[in-house]
């Protein structure tokens, strides 16, 4: 499923004196089978843009399509079909730990599950369990372990899980790995990955503050400022305007600082800015001036 | 005096058979004015450490001193609360008010701040946070960046002597956090503010004058960013890495650059690959 946004516009508390506009003509398109990230300052409308995607804000003004779904479309079969969208994308939050609930993590999982198939047996529901948890890495052993006593990290893969076994298409994660140690980060990341190349799941939009994780894990990048859309792209393609990325309160990954600094000394590599990229290239240009 | 001291702390959460030992024997001293970055990974400890420094958790033995007042001693603990202050990882566990500029008030009109020193005390916190624009919004409508923003203004506000922030920038952009980062850091050189960083940016660590590891309930290193990160076994297992650059440098070495050790910062490591490879 395709996600095209065209002049997405949303305020908050529009009659009030708390006004505020979160996005002001968001146009963007995300393919289908990419890794991708959004990423922009504190404020810069990433969670609000995200929370349309699967109707959780209405469009307010300008257009949006999730696959064949127009959602800024208000008739009633449109209305009727929001089901369908929230099976088709889903959605995890900022610390969705925090949402765990049930007295074991079998439950926790389920809960989801149910809610999307009631009409599926006991033995599909737990097949369906046992499965996603065993797509986010947690063995047997967990099932019956309340959710509150797993590590931070643990935790959050439970999270996820409850979500993952809903079966979207797209999987949107609004900074997931916010709080996990670096391991831990590493890890789900990796997950993520294998979840898009296993075609578990369609699409993953990671929403972000790390450049360096962006630049190692996404396919393509938007990048949001003042609830506009201001440069998209490869990684390469965007951290490349290392100039722009700073005035935008992001700056580039320690690559694409590296890359700027040997080009001041009249030193040019060509690189995409992962570090397997850049130590190949830095070691070339060794190799060949030596 | 020393700002802090732990000792012999053990601690556990629950009883009977779900009880969890999470401080084992754990002992550290933490100097009055020093910076100290506290890392270990989810579930080593850090947390409890922090909670049990303003006494939001009392030992279950040994001894826990903030400037020299036992944490135990309940009527020790206005005082220790209004000389250390906290800033948690999720900014929503500790807002109160709806509008931003009452919630920084809160803390200053608690401990009986007069009130146009409590006016003073918001412009400023907000001032050095990036806050100013958001003192009129409603706490619940800013994103969760802004809104860690606004704990860290809470905090500040209160003056405090020590400033224990637990993952507090993890919801920061790369601006935003460095920003932050460096109002704690002049904070601490100008006021002699102790700071106790519990992050997972191992860039951010970088920075303090001193690294903690903790893993398992106990202290596995501590010593200067650069003597921590030189062990670099015992960093991966712990569940930590090294900083981005360090990594770096540590792929160019294994390919063959004559790098040499102790490349922690961008800055660093760009200045010796600039000396390499222009030198040729």
Do not use: W
């Amino acid at each position: 499923m395709r996600i095209v946004a065209e002049n997405l516009s949303f305020t908050y508390n529009k009659k009030s004196k708390f006004k505020v506009d979160a996005l002001a003509g968001v146009t963007l398109t995300i393919e289908e089978d990419s890794f991708f990230g959004i990423i922009g300052h504190t404020g810069s409308g990433k969670s609000t843009f995200i929370q349309h995607l699967n109707g959780l804000i209405p469009v307010e003004k300008g257009s949006l399509t999730v696959g064949d779904i127009n959602l800024a479309d208000k008739s009633k079969i449109v209305k009727k079909r929001y089901k369908e969208l929230r099976s088709k994308v889903g959605m995890v939050f900022q610390y969705p730990e925090y949402q765990l609930f049930a007295e074991t993590v079998y439950e926790d999982v389920a809960f989801g599950f149910r809610n999307f198939f009631p009409d599926a047996s006991k033995e599909e529901e737990k097949k369906a369990v046992f499965q996603t948890l065993a797509l986010m890495g947690l063995g047997a052993e967990y099932i019956n372990q309340s959710p509150l006593d797993l590590s931070g990290g643990q935790k959050r893969r439970v999270a996820i899980a409850g979500v993952l076994v809903t079966k979207p298409e797209i999987l949107v994660l609004d900074e997931p790995v916010a709080g996990l140690d670096p391991v831990g980060k590493n890890e789900l990341m990796k997950t993520l990955r294998v979840l898009l190349d296993n075609g578990v799941v369609k699409t993953v939009i990671v929403v972000s503050h790390d450049m360096d994780e962006v630049c190692e894990n996404c396919d393509s990048v938007a990048v949001f400022s003042e609830g506009r859309v201001v440069l998209s792209g490869s990684p390469k393609e965007v951290f490349k305007n290392s100039k722009e990325m700073s005035e935008l309160r992001l700056g580039v990954p320690v690559t694409g600082y590296l890359k700027d600094e040997l080009s001041k000394m009249g030193v040019e590599i060509d690189v995409d800015f992962t570090r397997d990229d850049f130590v190949e290239k830095v070691v070339e240009y060794y190799k060949n001036i030596k | 005096m020393q700002a802090i001291e732990f000792k012999n702390v053990s601690f556990s959460y629950g009883d009977g058979d779900s009880r969890k030992e999470v401080l084992k024997d754990f002992s550290l001293t933490i100097k009055k004015g020093s910076f100290v970055a506290l890392l270990g990974r989810n579930g080593s400890g850090k947390s409890t450490c922090a909670k049990l420094i303003n006494g939001l958790l009392i030992p279950t033995s040994g001894t826990v001193t903030v400037f020299g007042m036992d944490t135990k001693d309940k009527s020790n603990l206005f005082e220790i609360r209004k000389r250390a202050g906290m800033v948690f990882q999720n900014p929503d566990n500790q807002q109160i008010a709806s509008i931003v500029e009452d919630d920084v008030a809160f803390g200053p009109e608690n401990i009986g701040v007069p009130r146009k020193e409590i006016k003073e005390r918001i412009d400023y916190a907000l001032s050095v946070t990036g806050t100013e624009e958001f003192r009129h919004s409603e706490v619940a409508r800013l994103s969760g960046g802004q809104k860690q923003r606004v704990a860290i203004a809470g905090a500040i506000a209160l003056l405090p002597e020590i400033l224990i922030l637990d993952e507090s920038t993890s919801m920061l952009d790369p601006k935003g956090r460095k920003e932050v980062m460096e109002v704690v850091r002049t904070l601490n050189r100008e006021k002699g503010m102790t700071v106790i960083d519990i992050t997972h940016y191992m860039d951010e660590a970088v920075e303090a004058d001193e690294i903690c590891i903790m893993d398992n309930g106990v202290i596995t290193a501590q010593g200067t960013p650069n003597q921590v990160f030189a062990q670099k076994e015992l960093i991966a297992k712990c569940g930590l890495e090294l900083p981005v650059s360090a990594k770096i440098a540590e792929k160019l070495k294994s390919a063959g650059l004559p790098l040499p050790e102790g490349i922690l910062t961008k800055e660093a490591l760009s200045d010796k690959l600039c000396e390499l490879l222009r030198k040729i």
